[in-house]
T-cell receptor
Framework: GENVEQHPSTLSVQEGDSAVIKCTYS??????FPWYKQELGKRPQLIID?????GEKKDQRIAVTLNKTAKHFSLHITETQPEDSAVYFC????????????FGTGTRLTIIP | GAVVSQHPSWVICKSGTSVKIECRSL??????MFWYRQFPKQSLMLMAT?????????EQGVEKDKFLINHASLTLSTLTVTSAHPEDSSFYIC????????????FGPGTRLTVL
């Protein structure tokens, strides 16, 4: 089955600086890679996703890159703000219907004011 | 985006009792729903995949007789924790797939279960 590794487990960044979180996956059949933000005691919220037919996707301060050959994808947050503090999870899935998401272990991001 | 609700948001029960958690897709039909368990400071662990009109598919190590899943309609799946024990205390989260080309997964707000 799929195995997703995520690094780092914790990350502290000065407000205004950029944050990068990296994930690797094992199953070459995976073709959908979402990123979720989870605040304490709340549900995971989809913040951005990427499919295997593109290498990069950007939405305002958030971007995701995908390297299919190396089987890794990354989340980039620029101009970080205190409200970006949360736990971020990457995930991978084959998009052939009813396929489950495999989650990374999470990264606790702390933005230092 | 699509909305998934979950009820109750929290529950405290005595050891040995059963607890039912409901997961509803409010504005879309979900053929497939997923149930996760999340312990403090850990990732989401998939417990089972719930398919409307058929038996759930459980992940390895999850007891199907303890965690009963019923997906009776395209908008409702239920998880019943039977004979709950303190070690079952956790944050239970459901999700539903939107279907279609994008087939995104939307999460419910979670249910905090505490077994005394």
């Amino acid at each position: 089955g799929e195995n997703v590794e995520q690094h780092p487990s914790t990350l502290s960044v000065q407000e205004g600086d950029s944050a990068v979180i990296k994930c690797t996956y094992s199953d070459s059949a995976s073709n959908y890679f979402p990123w979720y933000k989870q605040e304490l005691g709340k549900r995971p919220q989809l913040i951005i996703d990427i499919r295997s037919n593109v290498g990069e996707k950007k939405d305002q301060r958030i971007a995701v890159t995908l390297n299919k050959t190396a089987k890794h994808f990354s989340l980039h947050i620029t101009e970080t703000q205190p409200e970006d503090s949360a736990v971020y999870f990457c995930a991978a899935r084959s998009n052939f219907g009813n396929e489950k998401l495999t989650f990374g272990t999470g990264t606790r991001l702390t933005i230092i004011p | 985006g699509a909305v998934v609700s979950q009820h109750p948001s929290w529950v405290i029960c005595k050891s040995g009792t059963s607890v039912k958690i409901e997961c509803r897709s409010l504005d879309f039909q979900a053929t497939t729903m997923f149930w996760y368990r999340q312990f403090p400071k850990q990732s989401l662990m998939l417990m089972a995949t719930s398919n409307e009109g058929s038996k759930a598919t459980y992940e390895q190590g999850v007891e199907k007789d303890k965690f009963l899943i019923n997906h009776a309609s395209l908008t409702l799946s239920t998880l019943t924790v039977t004979s709950a024990h303190p070690e079952d205390s956790s944050f239970y989260i459901c999700s539903a797939e939107s279907g279609g080309f994008y087939n995104e997964q939307f999460f419910g707000p979670g249910t905090r279960l505490t077994v005394l």
